[in-house]
C-alpha cells in the first residue's frame, strides 16, 4: 500500500500563495507513479470536496471551478512527490487539504483509496 504525507499548509493572507507537496512512500512504482493523484479539502462541517487531479504523466489534470486559473497540480514521479500550488488564495480557501491516489482516472473521492492525513490551511482577510 501507498503512503501519502501532505506538508506545506499554515496561515497565509488572502492574495498569498502556498505550495503543498505530497510524499509518496511504499509500493510508489505501483500507485504513485502509474495512478492518478489528487487533491481534496475539507472545511469544519464541509463536505470533502474535490480540488484537482492529474494523471500519472501529468498530462490530464482536471480542477474544481473554484480554483480553476488559481491552484496547479503538478507531480514528480522521479521524487514520488505530487504538488498544489495555491496562488490568490481567498478566505474561502481554507480547509484541510488532503491528498489521494487512485488506480485509475479520478476526480470524486470515492474514486480514491489512498488518503493523506492533511494539512490546514487557512486563509485570512
Known amino acids: 500500500q501507498v503512503e501519502l504525507v501532505e506538508s506545506g499548509g499554515g496561515l497565509v493572507q488572502a492574495g498569498d500563495s502556498l505550495r503543498l507537496s505530497c510524499a509518496a512512500s511504499g509500493r510508489t512504482g505501483l500507485t504513485f507513479s502509474s495512478n492518478t493523484m489528487g487533491w481534496f479539502r475539507q472545511a469544519p462541517g464541509k463536505e470533502r470536496d474535490f480540488v484537482a487531479a492529474?494523471?500519472?504523466?501529468?498530462?490530464?489534470?482536471n480542477y474544481a471551478n473554484s480554483v480553476k486559473g488559481r491552484f496547479t497540480i503538478s507531480r514528480d514521479n522521479a521524487e514520488n512527490t505530487s504538488y498544489l500550488q495555491m496562488n490568490s488564495l481567498k478566505p474561502e480557501d481554507t480547509a484541510v487539504y488532503y491528498c489521494a491516489a487512485a488506480r485509475g482516472w479520478g476526480t470524486s473521492a470515492q474514486d480514491f483509496g489512498a488518503w493523506g492525513q492533511g494539512t490546514q490551511v487557512t486563509v485570512s482577510s
Open positions: 492529474i494523471s500519472w504523466s501529468g498530462g490530464t489534470t
